[in-house]
């Protein structure tokens, strides 16, 4: 669909490829494009899950550097909001999406993986936030969504020293959720991915919606958009089918209603 972004579907289930040699640098036609394969594996109701993926040797190794680099605080103003916007879009889509891993995941490249709700990475690749060794911060959510996933004091350690992080210590520190040979990475994420289908699609979204703005709530708020969430399901189809096929001590054949 874009120059350096494509959208697959293949048995339910979206593959957001992101190709632009050699590092897939996420410069702002990149960024644009990214949005947009949100957009649209977000309303398609062919795609019950979402994979983002780099290719077989590298995920993102984060921003376009020269074209940043002779960026004014007016410009990066301007620049970083879009940046932003275009990860949170990513954030946003309404299915379980999975960041599939292999090589370099750094900077921006971290931080769009963080967009996603699970990381499968290779056994070789590397993580991280490196940011601090240009003089800068992390622009694209990392000094936010990264202390929300692992803590902030191993955010900060990431983010103030700028280290590369193995796939084995990632994995410890609840950076991704699995590591898999390298070879793998995209199969394994196939295969989670193919959990979700056929599922309940709008107790999916609703769930995933609960989650996370509930952690951006007071416990009290967060427990009523739960409240109001939960309700609103009784108001499907999938909940009848799935409380029927409950009592009949059978499978249930999910709609999307």
């Not at 960041?99 to 290779?122: H, K, N, P, Q």
């Not at 409240?227 to 249930?252: V, Y």
Request: proline share 4%; aromatic share 6%; charged share 20%.
């Amino acid at each position: 669909m874009g120059e350096f972004v494509s959208v697959e579907v293949a048995d339910q289930i979206a593959t957001i490829r992101l190709d632009r040699p050699k590092m897939n640098a996420l410069n702002g036609q990149v960024q644009q494009e990214i949005a947009e394969a949100a957009r649209i594996v977000d309303a398609d109701p062919q795609a019950q899950a979402v994979i983002i993926y780099g290719g077989e040797k590298v995920f993102a190794a984060g921003a376009d550097i020269k074209e940043m680099a002779d960026m004014s605080y007016a410009d990066m103003s301007t620049h970083s909001r879009a940046l932003q916007a275009c990860f949170t879009t990513v954030a946003q889509i309404g299915k379980p999406v999975i960041a599939a891993i292999s090589g370099y995941a750094l900077g921006g490249g971290c931080e769009l993986a963080l967009c996603a709700d699970f990381r499968v990475a290779g056994e070789s690749a590397k993580l991280g936030q490196p940011e601090i060794l240009l003089g800068i911060i992390p622009g694209a959510g990392g000094t936010q969504r990264l202390p929300r996933l692992i803590g902030p004091a191993r955010a900060k350690d990431l983010i103030f020293t700028g280290r590369h992080v193995p796939a084995s210590e990632a994995l410890a520190m609840g950076l991704v959720d699995r590591v898999v040979p390298d070879e793998q990475v995209y199969t394994a994420a196939l295969e989670w991915a193919a959990t979700f289908v056929g599922g309940p699609t709008v107790a999916l979204r609703a769930a995933k919606q609960a989650v996370d703005q509930g952690l951006e709530a007071d416990l009290d708020t967060g427990l009523e958009i739960e409240r109001l969430q939960f309700s609103g399901l009784f108001a499907t189809d999938d909940a009848k089918i799935g409380m029927r096929a409950f009592a009949e001590k059978a499978k249930a054949k999910f709609t999307g209603q």
